[in-house]
């Protein structure tokens, strides 16, 4: 089985893509939805230990998590050491349970793959890429979203640059959905098993 992971910055289209392979009959497994998951459930209790009154109801609650981070990095790494973690088991189990089921291929949707040395937890890395002044204006349109916002997300991701160069395939969703779409379907080819003949 080969397990692929899909990343990229902010505002490039990613979440389109991971559902374009989904479309296809690749089974993924959301990182941003685990952690939603998460939150409603194991890791609760444990980032209510570490930061007191954002558990509301049994899950937590994200604006207040938010305020308990923002601009304060020492707790957001104490935050990304409760979560990333249990994410990480999350997507193990979705592997295994694919890799049971027989399934030639699985996608990792995981913003933050290279971030969090994810690489070793993949066969192939596909990157989601667009025009920078393109990813500026989709992420600008998003409620709630300022510049000043925008530039602290870039400035704790890896470059769109240098995840390009690390990457086994590029995906640029600047030409529009039936181009990255195209470009999933050349993937998904390259990879079948008929394709890449034993192994």
Excluded: W
Aim: glycine share 10%; aromatic share 4%.
């Amino acid at each position: 089985m080969i397990v692929l992971g899909l990343t990229g910055s902010i505002g490039m289209g990613k979440s389109t893509t991971a559902k374009m392979f989904a479309d296809e009959g690749v089974p993924v497994h959301d990182s941003d939805a685990a952690v939603h998951r998460l939150y409603a459930g194991a890791a609760a209790p444990l980032i209510e230990a570490r930061f007191p009154g954002v558990v509301v109801d049994g899950a937590v609650d994200r604006s207040r998590l938010a305020q308990a981070v923002l601009g304060n990095p020492e707790a957001l790494k104490a935050l990304e050491a409760i979560i990333h973690p249990l994410v990480r088991a999350d997507a193990d189990a979705f592997v295994a349970e694919h890799r049971a089921r027989g399934a030639p291929i699985v996608l990792l949707d995981a913003p933050l793959l290279f971030e969090t040395g994810g690489m070793d937890r993949v066969d192939r890395i596909v990157v989601v890429s667009a025009p920078a002044e393109e990813q500026r204006a989709r992420v600008l349109r998003r409620p709630g979203m300022t510049e000043e916002k925008f530039e602290a997300i870039l400035a704790r991701q890896v470059p769109d640059a240098e995840k390009r160069r690390r990457a086994d395939f590029v995906i640029d969703t600047g030409g529009g959905k039936e181009t990255a779409r195209a470009a999933v379907r050349t993937i998904l080819a390259a990879l079948s098993p008929d394709e890449s003949g034993p192994g």
